[in-house]
């Protein structure tokens, strides 16, 4: 049980670190995905639009870290 | 036989350069027995695959695998990128983050009794990579080879430009291990999240103008938004009292 535990913890830390900004990939990926497989967004601006997506939820997830109390370890 | 060979050597190139990426950003910053492991096996899969199947490969659904691997490098790219950055930005410490995480992970794996030495996240987005891009260059040879008449030619240039690039991760290797760990995490970050993007959004059936020439814009263009997020961040950060002058 606790090497399931360790495994689970390591393969989650690996990619999830900050469960908001996980949550806020996982939407945007969804949304456009959602988008492409509706056929709502045109092909030639797709990557735009995931681009903008991701690029805009790296910077909220930032200016988010940085506002709270800092513990010097993050 | 040229006529089939130099488009098949040049458009497996860049797969293979697109490979290559990867697994340097994986060799150093989780270690180069991992990556090595990682393409390894994904060398060796393509390659029963290829022994298995031949110019059948053609119809593996290929937008799947790239969204499946593009969402995880977006993970994984945009978790190193927000860490490089709050760590530039003195919000987070360099090093203790990544020591506390690591000191809970082997005291979850000393209580245990298991002893694992192998970073399997990291062979894992190698492995990814190599057969993602592999089946790319097998799809190459394939249309260049088929049309033309000519699968040995073809085969022949892409094997020499998977030898180029081979050789080329060998001799980056050393100057790659002396950059400094963020700087490297943060350029990784970057990288992973460019390829990310651009395989997820391919497997979604989006377009882009220029096709793989657009990973440069993309690099470009989150390296300009983890830059404004590092201002962003150096403005916004609360500093415990007296911890930091």
Redesign the interface.
Known sequence: MNALRGALAELGGLFVEDRGSALAIAFVLAVVGGLAAMHRIAPQYGGAFLFTGLAGQLLVSVYVAAKRPSTGSG | MLAAALPAFLASLVEFVEALTIVLAVGTTRGWRSAGLGAAAGVALLAALVAAFGPALGRVPLGALQ?VVG??L???G??W???A??RY?G???FH??TG??ER??AG??S????ATSLDW?GAGTAFNAVVLEGLEVIFIVIAVGATAGALVPAGAGAALAGIIVVVSGFALRTPLARVPENALKFAVGVML?AFG??W??EG??????GSDA?LAL?VA??AV??A???V???R?????AG?RG
């Open positions: 969204i969402i995880m977006l993970f994984f945009l978790r990128l927000r860490k950055v709050l930005a919000v987070i410490a203790d983050e506390i995480y809970r992970v979850l794996r209580a245990a009794g298991v996240i999240s993007t651009f997820t959004s979604f059936g989006f377009t882009w103008p657009v993309l263009g989150y938004v983890s404004a997020a590092l962003l961040a150096k916004a950060r609360v500093l415990p911890a």
